[in-house]
């Protein structure tokens, strides 16, 4: 891999992290169209340009995470069952990193998205800001949060879904997303370096470094992108595009 497939698959994780479409999955599949072997230094490389996106929730949100402490615990607490899921099934879970796999979870998720958005139409939230957000909301949205271990399935698409079913309007299922997404990015992304750092040589370093800047310069696009969609959106179009994409590259690719 050159800078310029670093600088792609950054581009890639920057706009779909926070977009419910599952980033891991989308550069699985990027990787595949680029040709890109799934080596263990890619697979980790894939993990630790996340970091960049984390800084973009840190640079959107920077004035709110020291002023509400009781909120950044409440999103300590919701990380509690993927950090404790994913390091005891690490290596069942990197076993899952599949294009095929992606592919079916990509529409799986969708169809799941246009059902839940169908249920929650007539039903209103019942917490309509972040600080009223409960420890045991907290935690119900962090257990929905492990589906996303299986890649395809998407982070962020898993905690607004699983937001809008424990009572969250759109918005706030969202930001709790995007804030949920630092300790769990964080702690993926350290622990992955740590089991890995011997595969890695200095021209993935370089490589790691260019998808990292690209992936912090649109991942704070697509924050904004999106708290922009959702004041006046469903998630059905996302429902839609991941069903496309999944039939897509079961159809072409294998």
């Given at each position: 891999?050159?800078?310029?497939?670093?600088?792609?698959?950054?581009?890639?994780?920057?706009?779909?992290?926070?977009?419910?479409?599952?980033?891991?999955?989308?550069?699985?599949?990027?990787?595949?169209?680029?040709?890109?072997?799934?080596?263990?230094?890619?697979?980790?490389?894939?993990?630790?340009?996340?970091?960049?996106a984390m800084?973009?929730?840190?640079?959107?949100?920077?004035?709110?995470?020291?002023?509400?402490?009781?909120?950044?615990?409440?999103?300590?607490?919701?990380?509690?069952?993927?950090?404790?899921?994913g390091?005891?099934?690490?290596?069942?879970?990197?076993?899952?990193?599949?294009?095929?796999?992606v592919?079916?979870?990509?529409?799986?998720?969708?169809?799941?998205?246009?059902?839940?958005?169908?249920?929650?139409?007539d039903?209103?939230?019942?917490?309509?800001?972040?600080?009223?957000?409960?420890?045991?909301?907290?935690?119900?949205?962090?257990?929905?949060?492990?589906?996303?271990?299986?890649?395809?399935?998407s982070?962020?698409?898993?905690?607004?879904?699983?937001?809008?079913?424990?009572?969250?309007?759109?918005?706030?299922?969202?930001?709790?997303s995007?804030?949920?997404?630092?300790?769990?990015?964080?702690?993926?992304?350290?622990?992955?370096?740590?089991?890995?750092?011997?595969?890695f040589?200095?021209?993935?370093?370089?490589?790691?470094?260019?998808?990292?800047?690209?992936?912090?310069?649109?991942?704070?696009?697509?924050?904004?992108?999106?708290?922009?969609?959702?004041?006046?959106?469903?998630?059905?179009?996302?429902?839609?595009?991941?069903?496309?994409?999944?039939?897509?590259?079961?159809?072409?690719?294998?």
């Amino acid at each position: 891999m050159g800078i310029f497939e670093a600088v792609i698959l950054g581009i890639v994780e920057g706009l779909s992290e926070f977009l419910p479409v599952s980033s891991t999955g989308h550069l699985i599949l990027a990787s595949a169209l680029l040709k890109l072997q799934q080596s263990e230094a890619h697979k980790v490389f894939e993990v630790v340009i996340q970091l960049g996106a984390m800084l973009a929730v840190v640079e959107v949100y920077r004035k709110q995470l020291f002023a509400r402490p009781d909120l950044i615990k409440k999103v300590c607490f919701a990380f509690l069952p993927t950090g404790t899921i994913g390091f005891l099934l690490y290596k069942l879970v990197k076993s899952f990193f599949q294009p095929s796999l992606v592919s079916y979870m990509l529409i799986a998720g969708g169809v799941a998205f246009i059902v839940i958005e169908m249920w929650m139409k007539d039903r209103p939230a019942t917490t309509h800001t972040l600080d009223e957000i409960s420890y045991k909301q907290a935690f119900s949205i962090g257990l929905v949060q492990c589906l996303s271990m299986v890649p395809g399935v998407s982070r962020s698409g898993a905690t607004i879904m699983g937001g809008l079913l424990f009572g969250l309007d759109r918005k706030d299922a969202t930001e709790f997303s995007f804030l949920l997404a630092l300790p769990t990015m964080l702690a993926a992304t350290c622990y992955d370096v740590y089991k890995n750092y011997a595969v890695f040589h200095m021209a993935d370093w370089q490589n790691i470094a260019a998808g990292f800047v690209t992936s912090f310069i649109f991942g704070v696009i697509g924050i904004k992108a999106l708290l922009k969609f959702v004041t006046s959106h469903t998630f059905v179009p996302f429902g839609i595009y991941r069903i496309v994409v999944g039939v897509i590259f079961l159809v072409f690719l294998f």
